[in-house]
């Protein structure tokens, strides 16, 4: 264990990560907030961000990954429209 760190060092650091992920997370809520008072659909936009966000950084086993999910999706929905059109 002489490698590691203290566990009261660990602690602090995780506990500055949260904090930071916290208010990172507020200012994203406020964005968008004041996104859905111009007129914008926040959820629609928050999912293009989403896609243009992987399209520009994705490569290699994420981007594959990401189109199969996509894929899988599709076919999902396929099969339950013709549940759907079944019942």
Sequence with gaps: ?????PIHGIYDEWEREET??????DRLKELFKRA??????AKA?????AERYALEHFTGE???KRE???????LYLTALAGVREAA
Excluded: P
Aim: hydrophobic letters at 30%; aromatic letters at 6%; a positive charge.
């Design 1 to 5: 264990m002489s490698n590691q760190l």
């Design 20 to 25: 930071a992920r916290r208010q990172q997370s």
């Design 36 to 41: 859905k008072d111009e007129g914008y659909n």
């Design 45 to 49: 936009l928050r999912r293009a961000f």
């Design 62 to 64: 994420k981007l594959q």
């Design 68 to 74: 199969q999910d996509a894929s899988d999706v599709d």
